[in-house]
């Protein structure tokens, strides 16, 4: 049984059977962020034994979401002007130190299901390094909370000190998962009171296809979190891990005009290359996308930049009046060399 990432669920099912694991699945089938399906148990045996967990502190337990209730009820959190000042049972403290067959603690489940009040209480609570704990699908309340578009209870995790830079099980941090989504809020709580050192890796971090968050931001065309990265110092050139490309090449691809115009106007290398050696200008004019075109040679786009095949983009144009005709022709050029000047 599976459901789909951001679906909402306020009211806790009877069923004793269901167990939650992370924010897209329930026992044994997780939607991965980029659309396929894969079982958790295929998951759990691909990365067994690749990094160490953060969950030592727990036992395994039969956790259900109908024990989310009674934890929620028998807590009486609204007696407690403090998390740290409640007293609590034996069995309170059994419960609230346990996790699921699937590695949620009470706490990935109290944001699961959207109880805030519970979860800022658990966060008051519990020591930092239990905030970190991640479930089988390596995702931290701080996954959850920025999947579900929490900004509250990111702000709070954020200020308890939080790692913002674990890796879900398809190597996206919480940040990466903000700038999929466009959860301008979620990614301001992680950025915005994080040292420049700390801030630095996160934006240079890449999931395991190889994509910063300043690539996600712009495969998915948020513009407002582009300039929110931007601002916060991101290097517009980063190239992705696989191919090389810049957000620029992204947004060439996309035949994103506004997100080229954006990368451009705040200092992107228009002549950045792939690892073939393609610039953004061999992408445009591969797609015969005249207003790209356009609009690179005038942010000075070299047409005679040969890539690894020992094509132009001058070379790729041939035949197509139409982009042609766009390329500005003001000097003589000889194996890419200006000879003369009009």
């Known amino acids: 049984m599976s459901r789909s990432v951001g679906e909402k669920e306020r009211k806790f099912e009877s069923d004793e059977s ?82 699921t067959e699937d590695g949620d603690t009470i706490l990935h489940l109290a944001v699961i299901h959207e109880e805030q009040r519970f979860a800022l209480h ?58 999929e989504h466009g959860f301008w809020d979620c990614a301001n709580e992680m950025i915005h009171d994080t040292s420049p050192n700390k801030l630095a890796h996160m934006l240079e971090a890449q999931n395991w296809r190889g994509l910063a968050c300043l690539h996600v931001a712009t495969m998915h065309k948020h513009h407002r979190l582009i300039r929110l990265l931007m601002k916060n110092g991101v290097n517009l050139n980063i190239q992705e891990g696989t191919s090389g490309k810049t957000a620029l090449h992204v947004a060439v691809e996309l035949h994103d005009v506004p997100t080229v115009n954006l990368l451009l106007n705040n200092g992107a290398n228009v002549d950045a290359a792939m690892f073939n050696g393609c610039t953004a200008l061999h992408l445009a004019v591969g797609r015969q996308d005249a207003a790209v075109v356009n609009r690179l040679c005038q942010a000075g786009a070299d047409k005679m930049i040969r890539n ?35």
């Open 18 to 99: 269901r167990i939650d694991s992370g924010i897209d699945s329930y026992k044994s089938i997780s939607r991965d962020p980029y659309g396929s399906l894969e079982s958790s148990e295929e998951k759990d045996k691909a990365s067994c034994g690749t990094e160490e967990r953060l969950d030592s502190a727990y036992a395994s337990s039969s956790l259900t979401v109908d024990s989310l209730g009674d934890i929620i009820e028998k807590c009486s959190i609204s007696e407690c002007a403090n998390a740290t000042d409640c007293e609590y049972t034996e069995e309170e403290v059994n419960l609230l130190t346990t996790v």
């Open 122 to 179: 658990l966060i008051d609570l519990f020591p930092r390094d239990l905030l970190d704990i991640q479930n089988n699908l390596y995702q931290t309340p701080l996954h959850l909370a920025t999947y579900l578009n929490q900004h509250i209870v990111v702000k709070d995790l954020v200020a308890k000190g939080v790692s913002l830079e674990l890796q879900d099980q398809d190597g996206n941090t919480p940040l990466h998962v903000a700038c």
């Open 308 to 342: 690894m095949e020992d094509e132009t983009a001058l070379d790729l144009a041939d035949g197509n009046d139409d982009i042609l005709a766009l390329f500005p022709f003001d000097d003589i050029q000889i194996m890419g060399r200006t000879v003369i000047n009009y």
